[in-house]
């Protein structure tokens, strides 16, 4: 995230503990950047498998996911 927003490429805006980024529309790279998250397969899909399933998932501040049955 350094490195994004060191090249403006994302904008942050602080809220108490809680940090929000966002894409930088001013940026010369930000049309780029959306061709390439368009590129992304969507997780749609799998999302709504697991949700069906039952499965929690939580992702914490230490990059990491857990996936819990339910």
């Known amino acids: 995230m350094r490195k994004l927003r060191d090249s403006e ?10 940090i929000f ?9 930000y049309q ?7 590129s992304l ?6 999302l709504k498998e697991l949700e069906k ?3 929690l ?4 501040n230490r990059r990491s996911v857990k996936w819990y049955q339910l």
Do not use: C, T
């Open 57 to 60: 998932i939580v992702a914490n």
């Open 21 to 29: 980024y966002s894409l930088n529309k001013e940026n010369s790279y």
């Open 41 to 46: 397969p969507s997780e749609d899909e799998r």
């Open 53 to 55: 399933q039952d499965v």
């Open 32 to 38: 780029f950047v959306l061709d390439i998250l368009d």
């Open 9 to 18: 490429l994302v904008s942050e805006r602080r809220k108490g503990h809680w």
